[in-house]
């Protein structure tokens, strides 16, 4: 969908071979509306992959030092829809209009830019292509499949219990942009971990709800 007159103007002009936090910082500091919308955020990547949409949805929750409030529950669902269409094959992102509207005030995500992209220029640094059949072909809808279970994590009311799937998301979506497995096989570990450490708190919760009722009876 093409960009309206009066949004044409906001966004910075892309470069190809820009890193993703020179393109979040070009973006968040020249965007001029009150709220920025998750369309706006998609269309600022332009034809960028799969990775990309997933990393700048994935960071709000990574960093626990952000703390804005509401903003988990603004990118995860954009999280999953993203993941399962990485899953399916498709080519492009499409997310449904009540979906691409949902917004943030400008200043939140001037915030939360700015406070995250020190640490994105960090690991950049570290980040170079290897083990290139964990990133190509038919390895993309492996790992969208799986974050979709790691997008599922994200969505249960769990304290603190979106650090980790978050976290994996990111070193995955990390590892496509640059096309490095290691960073990959990272996210997978991570993603792991996070299944492990999660599926026992729900263990124990659900053996104390039993045993209590097992008192009550």
């Known amino acids: 969908m093409?960009?309206?007159?009066?949004q044409s103007g906001q966004a910075p002009q892309r470069h190809p071979?820009?890193?993703?936090?020179?393109?979040?910082s070009d973006f968040a500091e020249k965007?001029?509306?009150?709220?920025?919308?998750?369309?706006?955020?998609?269309?600022?990547?332009?034809?960028r992959s799969f990775g990309f949409i997933l990393l700048i949805f994935a960071l709000p929750n990574s960093l626990p030092i952000i703390g804005?409030?509401?903003?988990?529950?603004?990118?995860?669902?954009?999280?999953?829809?993203?993941?399962v269409q990485m899953a399916l094959g498709h080519q492009r992102v499409y997310l449904p209009r009540w979906i691409a509207d949902s917004s943030l005030s400008t200043a939140s995500f001037q915030t939360l830019i700015r406070k995250s992209v020190p640490w994105l220029r960090r690991i950049e640094k570290l980040m170079k292509p290897r083990i290139g059949f964990l990133t190509n072909g038919k390895a993309e809808r492996w790992l969208g499949a799986f974050c979709v279970l790691l997008a599922f994590l994200?969505?249960?009311?769990?304290?603190?219990?979106?650090?980790?799937?978050?976290?994996?998301?990111?070193?995955?979506?990390?590892?496509?942009?640059?096309?490095?497995?290691?960073?990959?096989?990272?996210?997978?570990?991570?993603?792991?971990?996070a299944w492990v450490f999660l599926s026992g708190l729900i263990w124990v919760a659900v053996q104390t709800i039993i045993t209590m009722l097992d008192h009550l009876v």
């Open 154 to 193: 994200l969505a249960l009311p769990i304290p603190l219990g979106n650090l980790l799937p978050a976290l994996g998301i990111l070193f995955i979506a990390l590892g496509l942009i640059e096309s490095d497995g290691v960073c990959v096989l990272a996210g997978l570990s991570i993603g792991v971990a």
């Open 17 to 24: 071979n820009a890193s993703l936090s020179s393109l979040l």
């Open 31 to 47: 965007f001029t509306n009150e709220r920025v919308r998750v369309r706006d955020i998609t269309e600022s990547l332009g034809q």
């Open 2 to 6: 093409p960009l309206s007159e009066q």
């Open 68 to 83: 804005i409030p509401g903003v988990s529950t603004i990118t995860g669902l954009p999280m999953l829809f993203v993941a």
